[in-house]
């Protein structure tokens, strides 16, 4: 069975397009990169280009209302120029249910193959109705398919279906009736249709395993090139003492070993992927590219500039988890004790913008032990800081809610950042700063494989 | 092995100095330890040519190119600041030039590793 197709948006540029369609574009063209993997066929909304009412949307000779013919070549050289797939889209009425009319798809039978030569790339129109969407999509090596669903990824995850999902025929799994009196049985089976990543499994990113497993989360895929240290065991779930005390014959366990071993008592059925090796190799971060969400409980500056890219450039919600904890060393007094959950979404909230990696702490990064000894910085990053499983706990279970209610479209903060003060109990929220020339979220903003990511060399 | 972007840099350097006075070792991750050679500076008060190396790490353009080395003994007279101080660069004596006083940009601008070298010339000229 081949991978279902779907399209996605970041939340501004669908929100900005439904507000066009109901105002003064009666249909738009999107212009979108073409991501594909064995799970899935997505349409990354790149630009949106809306026709306006009486000047590119005009009644043609048929009666009914059409782009220009100039609209249509433009934008169809556009996408052919950049590589993109072309998108047409337009409203109908009706609420939850919509599917493409006969006069839409003789049109496509008019038009989409001549622009299937222009463009060697997927063509295809879609329609909205208030809360669905449908789309038939041209293929270059012939063929057609319809989209399973439209996903704007957002803070909420909306989808977009046809018709509304109708909750799976298996028998719903007693294991999680509690949860699923909060979500029903469609909410689980949309967790287990889920593939979710969490790059980093040490204190934090264990937790988040945890927790997404025994949510029903039916395929995690999880990346870590360190093996378990003593220092770990107080934070690290599911690890043992015989994990980090090698044997004649055993090494250290790796840290995704210790994850699965979680995982696989807390969700048999799921599937769960693991990587001992680096987020940054290409062929590591490849494999994070057709998820659905994203975790970062990682702390290299190099990391989360690679995450960030990918969050931006593929359209997947992402959340980074990062505690903090600084006691002064001469008079011990504790100074600092924070833990930080930061929802970084495509085109919205970005790393770089709220200058969260920047370009001298990446250099910093780079520089050899013996460099970073020399220059004298301040937060060596080989220097240890202290760090507690309570603290990891609240960023952990933070992000995680984040996420249960995000992807079900149940609800979702109002900010972006929220950063716990252990000290005094206090929790402040903060929305991002959004740089509009940013060349991270705004430049790699739907671009998918058009533009290369920052990894290690091969 | 080079990532993309390090080539590029490096080829930009070349273009801009010339071919025989750029040279480069990898540093493993993909990045370069880059070295730009006979760099003509006023003398006095500079004893010239000086050398500039810098590490182009993997993650350029996003990372900057800090910090800039040049010959251990660069002045003439001795002479040193906040943004000159004796160093060490891959176990070979330095002076390093700090880039947080050369360049006061925004601390999430991006800069070309041809711009940043001219940019540590002009600062040498400009400051004698």
Same mark, same amino acid.
């Given at each position: 069975?081949t991978a279902?197709?779907s ?8 929100d900005?397009?439904?507000e066009?369609?109901?105002?003064d574009?009666?249909a738009?063209?999107l212009?979108?990169?073409l991501q594909q993997s064995?799970?899935a066929?997505?349409l ?5 280009f809306?026709?306006?009412?009486g000047?590119?949307h005009?009644?043609?000779e048929?009666g ?7 609209f249509?070549r433009d934008?169809?050289f556009?996408c052919a120029d ?19 009319s ?6 496509h039978?008019?038009?989409? %193959?001549?622009l299937?030569?222009? =463009?060697?790339?997927p ?9 669905a969407?449908?789309?038939d999509?041209?293929?270059?090596a012939?063929?057609r398919v319809?989209l399973s669903?439209?996903v704007v990824a957002?803070k909420r ?6 018709k509304?999902l ?6 719903p799994d007693p294991?999680?009736?509690?949860q699923?009196?909060l979500?029903g049985?469609a909410g689980q089976?949309?967790?287990?249709g889920?593939?979710?990543g969490?790059v ?11 927790y997404?497993?025994?949510l029903?989360?039916?395929h995690?895929i999880?990346a870590? %090139?360190?093996r378990?240290?003593?220092t770990?065991?107080?934070?690290v ?7 980090f005390?090698p044997?004649?014959?055993r090494?250290?366990t790796?840290k995704v ?6 995982a696989?008592?807390?969700?048999p059925?799921?599937r769960?992927e693991?990587i001992f090796?680096?987020?940054?190799r ?10 659905d969400?994203?975790f ?11 995450f960030?890219?990918?969050v931006?450039?593929? =359209? ?19 100074t600092q004790v924070?833990?930080?959950?930061r929802?970084i979404g495509?085109?919205a909230?970005c790393?770089w913008?709220?200058?969260?990696v920047?370009?001298h702490?990446l ?7 013996e460099q970073?000894g ?9 220097v240890e800081?202290?760090s507690?499983?309570t603290?990891n706990a609240?960023g952990?279970?933070l ?8 992807v079900?479209?149940l609800?979702?903060?109002d900010?972006?950042f929220?950063?716990f003060d ?6 402040q ?13 705004q430049n790699?903003l739907?671009?998918?494989n058009?533009?290369?990511?920052t990894?290690?060399?091969q | 092995?080079l990532?993309p972007a390090v080539?590029?840099a490096i080829?930009?350097? *070349?273009?801009q100095?010339?071919?025989? *006075?750029?040279?480069y070792?990898e540093d493993g991750s993909?990045g &370069?330890?880059?070295t730009v050679? &006979?760099?003509?500076?006023p003398?006095?008060p500079y004893?010239?040519p ?5 590490q182009?790490a993997y ?7 800090y910090?800039?080395f040049?010959r251990p003994?660069l *002045?003439c007279?001795?002479?040193t600041?906040?943004?000159m101080r004796?160093?060490?660069? *891959?176990?070979?004596a330095a002076m390093q ?5 050369i360049?006061?940009k925004?601390?999430v601008?991006v800069e070309t590793?041809?711009h940043?070298?001219?940019k540590?010339? &002009?600062?040498l000229?400009a400051?004698?």
């Open positions: 069975m279902p197709w399209l996605r948006f970041d939340q501004r540029s669908y900005s397009l439904r066009r369609l109901r105002t574009a009666g738009a063209v212009a979108c990169t064995p799970r066929n997505r990354l909304v790149r630009a949106v809306p026709a306006r009412n000047i590119e005009i009644i043609g048929s009914r209302h059409q782009m220009t013919a100039n249509v934008n169809a556009y950049n590589n993109y797939c072309y998108v047409s889209v337009h409203q109908h009425g009706g609420r939850d249910s919509v599917e493409l006969e006069p839409d798809l003789a049109a039978e008019r038009s989409y %193959p001549s299937l030569q222009m =463009l060697d790339a063509v295809g129109g879609m329609v909205f109705a208030e809360s969407a449908a789309g999509i041209w293929l270059p012939g063929g319809a669903e439209v957002g995850v909306q989808s977009l279906r046809p509304p109708r909750p799976g025929s298996a028998q294991t999680r009736q509690r699923s009196l979500f049985n089976q949309i967790l287990r889920m593939k979710v969490v980093g499994v040490g204190g934090v990113g264990s937790m988040l395993v945890e997404l497993a025994r029903g989360v039916g995690l999880v870590d %090139p360190d378990l240290e003593d770990n065991f107080s934070r779930l599911s690890s043992r003492v015989r994990d005390r044997g004649f014959w090494k250290r790796p070993d210790v994850a699965e071993r979680a696989r008592i807390a969700n059925a799921g769960f693991k090796d680096d987020f940054r290409p062929d590591v971060a490849k494999r994070f590219l057709d998820c969400y994203l970062l409980a990682a702390d290299p500056m190099s990391v989360r500039l690679l960030n890219q990918i931006h450039q593929y =359209l997947i919600p992402g959340v980074v988890i990062g505690s903090k904890a600084r006691v002064n060393q001469r008079t011990r007094e504790i924070t833990t930080a959950v929802l495509p085109g909230a790393l913008c709220n200058q969260l920047t370009p702490l250099a910093e990064e780079a520089a050899s032990p970073r020399a220059q004298r910085y301040i937060d060596d990053p080989t800081a202290p507690v499983i603290l609240t952990a279970g992000a995680s809610n984040w996420f249960l209610f995000g079900l479209d609800g979702a903060p900010y972006d929220c950063v252990a000290l005094t109990g206090s929790a929220e903060h929305r991002a700063r959004r740089d509009n020339s940013c060349p991270e979220c790699r739907g671009a998918g058009s533009l290369p990511l990894t290690l060399a | 092995m990532v080539a590029q080829a930009e350097l *070349r273009k100095f010339g071919d025989d *006075r750029v040279t070792d993909g &370069a330890f880059t050679h &006979a760099i003509e500076l003398s006095p004893n010239s000086t050398w500039m190396s810098f182009i993650t350029y353009p996003a990372a900057e190119i910090p800039v040049v003994d *002045r007279d001795g002479y600041n906040n943004a004796a160093a060490s660069w *891959r176990n070979t030039l700090s880039l947080r006083i360049n006061n925004r601390a601008d590793a041809v940043k070298a001219l540590v010339i &002009a600062w000229e400051h004698r």
